[in-house]
């Protein structure tokens, strides 16, 4: 093959190029790593203490840090979420290692190291791969948002790292038979089960509900939530009679949403929306005039704190499914004494975002203890074998979490059979949400209907 | 399902008050285009950058948007000149590659200047209409989407008096017509592409202003408003500033009314189907030259 | 004079095979992804110069192509169990396809071709927000047995996929040099210079563009059926990215040289490490600044705009470094 001057020289700079490129791949350090200032105490690094507890390998090397990835929305328009996940992620760390860290390995230190998701599933999954490869954690953490989460564990899982989701509550995500993932809070089928038991609870007691309508985000958490809702309202006799989904990483204006929702004249509103989205909503339902009988959202924007100091008062009677609640500190006395250390700390309390992350973290805390027993982390695919191992097996009492769970056992799909929901409302009295939900648990009456807008 | 009138006139209004800021994107994009024969690819990112400086003037010195919208427009105005000497001039002669590919350009480092500076984060001009609105009947406006459509409307009046009445009015719409002619009759072509650029940005700014009283905003804002400013040109028609401007409201329209007849997610498809067929069928637009 | 153009050939082939296995053997992750986006890149920047550099048709579209070869390798894995060395290149002949049916643009000159492909690319993205399989939430390629690994195309890591889009690259590469050896490149080139010139000679200048859009849109659409077997997922946002996947190559084409055949693949080797180095590095470690990647492309694009027209590859050939191939 006879090549031309030129090419023979194109040939020369693509050498040099790739030659200088391997060089610069081979020294590119990897990604600074920003572990938080709480989860490493500064001054302090464990001292090598020779190990007491139970060690069955003979002479292992001294662990001082044990890496966890946590994969959050830290930038883009999730951020202010991702920023509460990351406190009540962060709260955990610190409790377990001023408790001791991990006593397994000799006093270990619990570290995080962060990714961010940007809000975005690409990016969550690049995270993933460089938190595993080049951060070489034991177990990853994450992501919120079901579509970042879709993605991020697939890497976990085609690397055999475990992955614990303390947040995302699309069905789906347990429904692809993989072996390392791990959920601990309840899905949306189970909260929608829920929803529909509520929304029967008011028509026997108040009646005139027949007809539902659903707006919600379009990824994967708010695809699949109404889906699910459709079919479950379906089948329990009520007629769904609009169905408008967005896009809320670029949504700008609901107005024509929220016109064509109020032309169908629902009942029942069911809102499936991130935080700023649920702003937008609530605020041009009031701008249209739009109030049905009952609105009852699925958690996620409507429970963000974020959420709740914009609204105001436009956000009063509005119901949404939580997970978890701060009137529950009277019935839960462990509850109490975090929050009011982590209020103190952060000046905000706990929700279900940063609760949930709480739980997750110790959770997979608990799994590190268990397979630190017959692991070493310098066996790095031994030792994520071991964390998955001792999470299947795991089971948890209620006493020992803040959540209001039966417990966490995961069955073999990976999913927290013991987690249960709630639903709450925001009372007009203190602008706070109250659980209403089962009525066991309630701390206040319902207020039904929702009164029109300009009655408040 | 039988649709209220209430929401057809509600969907109607709302698509004006989004037409009206449309109708200032584009008109400034017609301006640019019209005169220098350049297609700024980052008339939108113009706009975000005038709501931006808004949102700021307000959180440091708590001054009200509408009231420092004149200054917004200078401070706009003033960039869109620097950007034409530095990065427009130079290329105006190159081929059209260059141009396409440097307003590409400027477009980046404007959007992403803005949200490496500001953050990746969404912003909520607070001021202290925000929540009021009008209500007749059903039907409810609010008040700073009324206040944008009229300040939109004055501002395209405004535009037309300064075209029609001022001596700079005329000669740019001479450069526009035929550049040689008006070299010829001792216009400086390089002052007139200056006025046109900054001109175009500076009115964009002001959309991106009434825009942020009642949207909420975000450095990459500019990446919806980009297509939708173009076929709004398209349809007016190239060579027609004030179509360009009529061109916006009809996709505002088009756009609201096909959310409540369609689907609220197929709206913005209706626009861009809108754009394809003119540009087949009739490219010259509804004014065009 | 062909005993030194063999030599250095074979050792650019030869880097090129084994680095991927050093990487793996170094686990250099973050390397071998690098590396793999090179390569993607490479194959998508030479697909639109094809009809960009040569034929002049300069295209912001080409994420259509890449995402209805994307979309087709992964409906046809998913729905129908065809393996991807199969629904690569049926992802890129449904591409050309497509790239066949949007010709109709080229009635179009110039920058209302341009403007009009950016809008192609919102309107399928909207088109299959809305209608494809798994809409806006996306689909996902399931955890196959070991087994299935090769039939699927699923490995953890970046590694084999630079491999496969290697492949790809070599062929694109051969058929393209090919091409533009024969007439094809001269009347392409013909057409973009002066259309009417060209028609004057007896060259029709809407049967070659349509064939310069056929080659470019197939290997558009593959890059896109490579892209789904590396990453798994796609929804629509992913792949009709106008920043992304559109406007990447054109600047990765422009910074290399898009008067010029290698001037892609060196712009891509050149521009990815740097974009994907802010990206990973900085931006990661920084979320606050999120947006500098792109600040970054944007200043790169304005240099190249307003200074380096012709690109590296241009630059030394002016320069008398190397004579026009």
Same mark, same amino acid.
């Given at each position: 093959?006879?090549?031309?001057?030129?090419?023979?020289?194109?040939?020369?700079?693509?050498?040099?190029?790739?030659?200088?490129?391997? +060089?610069?791949?081979?020294?590119?350090?990897? +990604? /600074?790593?920003?572990?938080?200032?709480?989860?490493?105490?500064?001054?302090?690094?464990?001292?090598?203490?020779?190990?007491?507890?139970?060690? /069955?390998?003979?002479?292992?090397?001294?662990?001082?840090?044990?890496?966890?990835?946590?994969?959050? /929305?830290? !930038?883009?328009?999730?951020?202010?979420?991702?920023?509460?996940?990351?406190?009540?992620?962060?709260?955990?760390?610190?409790?377990?290692?001023?408790?001791?860290?991990?006593?397994?390995?000799?006093?270990?230190?619990?570290?995080?190291?962060?990714?961010?998701?940007?809000?975005?599933?690409?990016?969550?999954?690049?995270?993933?791969?460089?938190? &595993?490869?080049?951060?070489?954690?034991?177990?990853?953490?994450?992501?919120?948002?079901?579509?970042?989460?879709?993605?991020?564990?697939?890497?976990?899982?085609?690397?055999?790292?475990?992955?614990?989701?303390?947040?995302?509550?699309?069905?789906?995500?347990?429904?692809?038979?993989?072996?390392?993932?791990?959920?601990?809070?309840?899905? #949306?089928?189970?909260?929608?089960?829920?929803?529909?038991?509520? &929304?029967?609870?008011?028509?026997?007691?108040?009646?005139?509900?027949?007809?539902?309508?659903?707006?919600?985000?379009?990824?994967?958490?708010?695809? !699949?939530?109404?889906?699910?809702?459709?079919?479950?309202?379906?089948?329990?006799?009520?007629?769904?009679?609009?169905?408008?989904?967005?896009?809320?990483?670029?949504?700008?204006?609901?107005? =024509?949403?929220?016109?064509?929702?109020?032309?169908?004249?629902? #009942?029942?509103?069911?809102?499936?929306?991130?935080?700023?989205?649920?702003?937008?909503?609530?605020?041009?339902?009031?701008?249209?005039? $739009?109030?049905?009988?009952?609105?009852?959202?699925?958690?996620?924007?409507?429970?963000?704190?974020?959420?709740?100091?914009?609204?105001?008062?436009?956000?009063?009677?509005?119901? =949404?499914?939580?997970?978890?609640?701060?009137?529950?500190?009277?019935?839960?006395?462990?509850?109490?004494?975090?929050?009011?250390?982590?209020?103190?700390?952060?000046?905000?309390?706990?929700?279900?975002?940063?609760?949930?992350?709480?739980?997750?973290?110790?959770?997979?805390?608990?799994? &590190?203890?268990?397979?630190?027993?017959?692991?070493?982390?310098?066996?790095?695919?031994? $030792?994520?074998?071991? &964390?998955?191992?001792?999470?299947?097996?795991?089971?948890? =009492?209620?006493?020992?979490?803040?959540? /209001?769970?039966?417990?966490?056992?995961?069955?073999?799909?990976?999913?927290?059979?013991?987690?249960?929901?709630?639903?709450?409302?925001? =009372?007009?009295?203190?602008?706070?949400?109250?659980?209403?939900?089962?009525?066991?648990?309630?701390?206040?009456?319902?207020?039904?209907? $929702?009164?029109?807008?300009?009655?408040? | 399902?039988?649709?209220?009138?209430?929401?057809?006139?509600?969907?109607?209004?709302?698509?004006?008050?989004?037409?009206?800021?449309?109708?200032?994107?584009?008109?400034?994009?017609?301006?640019?285009?019209?005169?220098?024969?350049?297609?700024?690819?980052?008339?939108?990112?113009?706009?975000?950058?005038?709501?931006?400086?808004?949102?700021?003037?307000?959180?440091?010195?708590?001054?009200?948007?509408?009231?420092?919208?004149?200054?917004?427009?200078?401070?706009?105005?003033?960039?869109?000149?620097?950007?034409?000497?530095?990065?427009?001039?130079?290329?105006?002669?190159?081929?059209?590659?260059?141009?396409?590919?440097?307003?590409?350009?400027?477009?980046?480092?404007? @959007?992403?200047?803005?949200?490496?500076?500001?953050?990746?984060?969404? @912003?909520?001009?607070?001021?202290?209409?925000?929540?009021?609105?009008?209500?007749?009947?059903?039907?409810?406006?609010?008040?700073?989407?009324?206040?944008?459509?009229?300040?939109?409307?004055?501002?395209?009046?405004?535009?037309?008096?300064?075209?029609?009445?001022?001596?700079?009015?005329?000669?740019?719409?001479?450069?526009?017509?035929?550049?040689?002619?008006?070299?010829?009759?001792?216009?400086?072509?390089?002052?007139?592409?200056?006025?046109?650029?900054?001109?175009?940005?500076?009115?964009?700014?002001?959309?991106?202003?009434?825009?942020?009283?009642?949207?909420?905003?975000?450095?990459?804002?500019?990446?919806?408003?980009?297509?939708?400013?173009?076929?709004?040109?398209?349809?007016?028609?190239?060579?027609?500033?004030?179509?360009?401007?009529?061109?916006?409201?009809?996709?505002?329209?088009?756009?609201?009314?096909?959310?409540?007849?369609?689907?609220?997610?197929?709206?913005?498809?209706?626009?861009?189907?809108?754009?394809?067929?003119?540009?087949?069928?009739?490219?010259?637009?509804?004014?065009?030259? | 004079?062909?005993?030194?153009?063999?030599?250095?050939?074979?050792?650019?082939?030869?880097?090129?095979?084994?680095?991927?296995?050093?990487?793996?053997?170094?686990?250099?992750?973050?390397?071998?992804?690098?590396?793999?986006?090179?390569?993607?890149?490479?194959?998508?920047?030479?697909?639109?110069?094809?009809?960009?550099?040569?034929?002049?048709?300069?295209?912001?579209?080409?994420?259509?192509?890449?995402?209805?070869?994307?979309?087709?390798?992964?409906?046809?894995?998913?729905?129908?169990?065809?393996?991807?060395?199969?629904?690569?290149?049926?992802?890129?002949?449904?591409?050309?396809?497509?790239?066949?049916?949007?010709?109709?643009?080229?009635?179009?000159?110039?920058?209302?071709?341009?403007?009009?492909?950016?809008?192609?690319?919102?309107? *399928?993205?909207?088109?299959?927000?809305?209608?494809?399989?798994?809409?806006?939430?996306?689909?996902?390629?399931?955890?196959?047995?070991?087994?299935?690994?090769?039939?699927?195309?699923?490995?953890?890591?970046?590694?084999?996929?630079?491999?496969?889009?290697?492949?790809?690259?070599?062929?694109?590469?051969?058929?393209?040099? %090919?091409?533009?050896?024969?007439?094809?490149?001269?009347?392409?080139?013909?057409?973009?210079?002066?259309?009417?010139?060209?028609?004057?000679?007896?060259?029709?200048?809407?049967?070659?563009?349509?064939?310069?859009?056929?080659?470019?849109?197939?290997?558009?659409?593959?890059?896109?059926?490579?892209?789904?077997?590396?990453?798994?997922?796609?929804?629509?946002?992913?792949? *009709?990215?106008?920043?992304?996947?559109?406007? %990447?190559?054109?600047?990765?084409?422009?910074?290399?040289?898009?008067?010029?055949?290698?001037?892609?693949?060196?712009?891509? *080797?050149? *521009?990815?490490?740097?974009?994907?180095?802010?990206?990973?590095?900085?931006?990661?470690?920084?979320?606050?600044?999120?947006?500098?990647?792109?600040?970054?492309?944007?200043?790169?694009?304005?240099?190249?705009?307003?200074?380096?027209?012709?690109?590296?590859?241009?630059?030394?050939?002016?320069?008398?470094?190397?004579?026009?191939?």
């Amino acid at each position: 093959m006879a090549l031309s001057r030129g090419a023979l020289y194109g040939i020369i700079i693509v050498v040099v190029i790739l030659a200088i490129a391997a +060089a610069y791949f081979l020294t590119l350090p990897p +990604a /600074p790593a920003p572990t938080t200032p709480v989860a490493t105490p500064t001054a302090t690094t464990p001292t090598v203490t020779t190990p007491t507890v139970t060690t /069955p390998t003979a002479t292992t090397p001294v662990v001082k840090e044990v890496k966890i990835g946590v994969i959050l /929305p830290l !930038s883009g328009r999730l951020a202010e979420t991702g920023a509460d996940l990351k406190r009540g992620v962060e709260f955990a760390v610190e409790k377990i290692n001023a408790a001791g860290g991990i006593k397994n390995l000799g006093g270990a230190k619990l570290v995080v190291v962060w990714g961010d998701s940007a809000g975005d599933p690409a990016t969550g999954a690049a995270e993933a791969e460089r938190l &595993i490869k080049e951060e070489k954690v034991v177990a990853l953490m994450g992501a919120y948002q079901s579509a970042v989460t879709k993605t991020a564990s697939e890497v976990a899982e085609s690397y055999n790292v475990p992955f614990l989701n303390p947040d995302s509550t699309s069905p789906a995500l347990t429904e692809r038979g993989y072996k390392w993932f791990f959920r601990t809070t309840a899905h #949306d089928r189970l909260f929608a089960t829920q929803h529909v038991e509520f &929304i029967n609870y008011l028509n026997k007691t108040y009646g005139g509900l027949k007809t539902v309508a659903i707006i919600n985000e379009d990824t994967e958490w708010g695809a !699949s939530t109404a889906k699910v809702w459709k079919e479950l309202f379906s089948a329990a006799g009520y007629k769904i009679v609009a169905e408008v989904s967005y896009h809320a990483a670029t949504v700008t204006s609901l107005d =024509s949403e929220v016109e064509k929702l109020k032309a169908a004249n629902p #009942d029942v509103l069911l809102i499936a929306a991130y935080t700023n989205d649920g702003i937008l909503l609530v605020r041009t339902m009031k701008a249209k005039n $739009f109030a049905p009988k009952v609105a009852l959202a699925q958690d996620a924007g409507f429970i963000d704190p974020a959420y709740v100091k914009q609204i105001g008062k436009d956000g009063y009677y509005f119901f =949404s499914r939580e997970v978890f609640n701060w009137d529950l500190l009277e019935k839960i006395p462990e509850l109490k004494k975090v929050n009011d250390e982590y209020s103190a700390k952060y000046g905000v309390s706990l929700n279900g975002n940063s609760a949930r992350d709480y739980t997750g973290t110790w959770v997979l805390y608990w799994a &590190i203890e268990e397979a630190a027993k017959v692991a070493s982390p310098t066996d790095l695919e031994a $030792f994520r074998k071991a &964390i998955r191992d001792a999470l299947a097996k795991m089971e948890v =009492s209620p006493d020992k979490i803040i959540m /209001p769970w039966a417990g966490i056992k995961f069955d073999e799909k990976g999913q927290n059979v013991l987690a249960r929901g709630i639903i709450v409302q925001m =009372s007009p009295d203190d602008g706070k949400y109250h659980t209403v939900y089962p009525i066991e648990v309630a701390t206040k009456p319902i207020i039904f209907p $929702f009164p029109s807008w300009e009655k408040r | 399902m039988v649709i209220e009138l209430g929401s057809i006139i509600g969907a109607f209004v709302s698509g004006l008050v989004i037409g009206s800021i449309y109708a200032l994107v584009s008109l400034g994009l017609a301006i640019i285009w019209g005169v220098m024969n350049v297609i700024n690819f980052a008339q939108a990112d113009f706009m975000a950058l005038g709501a931006f400086i808004g949102f700021l003037l307000l959180e440091s010195l708590g001054i009200d948007p509408l009231i420092s919208l004149i200054l917004i427009f200078g401070i706009v105005f003033s960039i869109g000149v620097l950007t034409q000497r530095v990065a427009i001039e130079p290329i105006l002669k190159a081929p059209v590659l260059s141009q396409i590919t440097t307003t590409f350009a400027i477009l980046l480092i404007i @959007r992403y200047g803005l949200e490496v500076f500001m953050g990746p984060y969404t @912003r909520v001009v607070e001021v202290p209409y925000r929540d009021l609105f009008i209500r007749f009947g059903s039907i409810s406006v609010s008040v700073p989407q009324l206040i944008s459509l009229a300040v939109s409307l004055i501002v395209a009046f405004l535009l037309y008096l300064f075209m029609s009445r001022t001596f700079l009015g005329a000669a740019l719409k001479a450069t526009a017509q035929d550049m040689l002619a008006a070299q010829l009759h001792g216009i400086d072509i390089k002052y007139m592409y200056r006025l046109a650029f900054g001109l175009g940005v500076g009115i964009s700014a002001i959309g991106g202003v009434l825009l942020s009283l009642f949207y909420p905003i975000y450095p990459e804002m500019g990446a919806f408003f980009c297509m939708i400013a173009f076929i709004s040109v398209v349809l007016g028609g190239f060579g027609s500033i004030f179509g360009a401007y009529l061109g916006g409201i009809i996709i505002g329209l088009v756009e609201t009314i096909s959310a409540l007849f369609i689907s609220p997610s197929l709206k913005t498809l209706a626009a861009f189907v809108v754009f394809i067929l003119i540009l087949l069928f009739r490219p010259k637009g509804m004014f065009g030259r | 004079m062909r005993l030194r153009e063999l030599i250095l050939a074979s050792i650019i082939i030869a880097l090129l095979l084994i680095l991927p296995i050093l990487f793996m053997v170094l686990d250099l992750g973050f390397a071998a992804a690098a590396l793999f986006l090179c390569v993607l890149y490479s194959i998508m920047s030479m697909a639109w110069n094809f009809l960009g550099g040569y034929a002049g048709q300069v295209s912001f579209g080409h994420a259509v192509f890449f995402g209805v070869g994307a979309y087709t390798t992964m409906v046809l894995l998913l729905y129908y169990e065809v393996t991807p060395w199969i629904g690569i290149p049926i992802g890129g002949l449904l591409a050309a396809l497509t790239g066949l049916g949007l010709s109709f643009l080229f009635r179009l000159k110039s920058h209302w071709f341009s403007l009009s492909t950016l809008a192609t690319v919102t309107i *399928f993205l909207l088109l299959f927000q809305e209608f494809a399989p798994g809409r806006a939430a996306g689909l996902q390629v399931p955890i196959v047995p070991r087994e299935k690994e090769f039939y699927y195309l699923r490995y953890a890591g970046a590694y084999y996929y630079i491999y496969l889009a290697l492949a790809y690259l070599a062929v694109e590469l051969l058929l393209m040099r %090919y091409l533009v050896k024969r007439d094809i490149g001269y009347y392409l080139q013909a057409i973009r210079e002066d259309e009417e010139t060209a028609m004057s000679l007896g060259i029709n200048p809407f049967k070659y563009k349509v064939l310069a859009m056929l080659v470019s849109s197939f290997f558009m659409g593959v890059a896109g059926g490579i892209y789904t077997v590396r990453f798994r997922f796609v929804d629509p946002y992913c792949v *009709f990215d106008i920043l992304l996947i559109s406007i %990447y190559p054109v600047i990765a084409s422009l910074l290399g040289g898009m008067y010029t055949f290698w001037g892609p693949v060196i712009g891509s *080797f050149v *521009f990815v490490p740097i974009f994907e180095y802010v990206r990973s590095n900085i931006v990661t470690a920084f979320p606050r600044y999120y947006g500098l990647h792109f600040l970054v492309a944007g200043i790169i694009l304005f240099f190249i705009s307003l200074r380096v027209p012709r690109g590296i590859v241009g630059w030394l050939e002016s320069k008398g470094y190397i004579r026009r191939g």
